[in-house]
């Protein structure tokens, strides 16, 4: 299976727990990242979401800054 297939595999829109296991890390990780408001997000009620191009897109950003 190809990354473009594991991507596709994730829906356009994801919850906290789907983020976590799209970028592999503890969902304490991505609520530190809310928190410090480094991470691009929404709200649905009191519940976070997260547009996967949006986060692909802050993803290569990141990786262009640290290199």
């Not at 594991?6 to 906290?16: A, E, G, H, L, N």
């Not at 929404?42 to 191009?53: A, E």
Request: hydrophobic letters at 30%; a positive charge.
């Amino acid at each position: 299976m190809g990354s473009g297939e594991i991507k596709d595999s994730f829906p356009q829109v994801m919850t906290v727990s789907e983020l976590s296991r799209y970028l592999r890390v503890h969902p304490s990780t991505i609520y530190k990242l809310l928190r410090r408001r480094e991470l691009p997000a929404f709200k649905i009620g009191t519940d976070w979401r997260f547009n996967r191009q949006t986060i692909d897109r802050w993803c290569e950003q990141r990786t262009k800054s640290t290199q």
